[in-house]
């Protein structure tokens, strides 16, 4: 023990002291580049799996399309709408006035956007082939025009509550009223339509 903290030999105590240093020096670089080492291949090895097979970066970039989409919509084409129409009830007393209830549905699988005002999405009502009355006929400034973003599966609800009056391209005024009989009413937007529905004036 004496001869570790008080060296002895026929040199001056610090030349052993400096030597001991040395050595010690020594050892800790040596450590120190095992420690490097093994460092860099751990680096080397994580950044690898990382790059290639890291699950939640491949969510991330399956996800950018579908916030672009979201971002910036298509127009709606006619094969990515659905419109369907109903009457509340199939036959009108006298004094009664028709209601009809639609939807506007995309049936995509990526949003767009559509013009259902009245002026775009137009309601015929007709008898045999007599075209009785439009929505676009006499569309107001305020519902002539209805811009929609649809989702994916959304829906637009619409309803139309006729008052028993006739009407032409241009809205002229001193039209004959329509008789009691049969009608039927047809929606279409873009060219695609709903079924027609039948209902009775009394």
């Not at 240093?21 to 800790?28: I, P």
């Not at 028709?98 to 775009?120: E, K, M, R, W, Y």
């Not at 209805?146 to 994916?152: C, F, G, M, N, V």
Request: contains cysteine.
């Amino acid at each position: 023990m004496n001869t570790v903290l008080h060296p002895v030999g026929p040199n001056p105590s610090r030349v052993y002291w400096f030597r001991r240093f040395v050595v010690v020096l020594a050892l800790v670089v040596a450590l120190g580049g095992v420690g490097a080492v093994i460092w860099a291949v751990a680096f080397r090895d994580g950044g690898s799996a990382d790059a290639v097979g890291d699950p939640a970066g491949a969510a991330g970039a399956s996800d950018v399309p579908a916030t672009d989409e979201a971002a910036n919509p298509v127009d709606c084409a006619a094969e990515d709408l659905e419109v369907t129409l109903a009457a509340d009830a199939t036959t009108y007393p006298a004094g009664s006035n028709p209601v009809l209830q639609g939807f506007v549905t995309n049936i995509s699988t990526t949003p767009c956007t559509v013009d259902a005002g009245d002026a775009a999405r137009e309601v015929v009502i007709s008898s045999g082939s007599d075209r009785i009355w439009s929505t676009k006929d006499c569309a107001s400034a305020d519902t002539a025009s209805r811009q929609l973003l649809l989702a994916a599966g959304a829906r637009d609800a619409f309803e139309i509550a006729w008052s028993r009056t006739r009407s032409a391209e241009g809205c002229p005024g001193d039209l004959p009223a329509p008789r009691a009989g049969t009608y039927q009413a047809v929606a279409t937007l873009l060219g695609t339509g709903a079924a027609p529905v039948a209902f009775v004036l009394d």
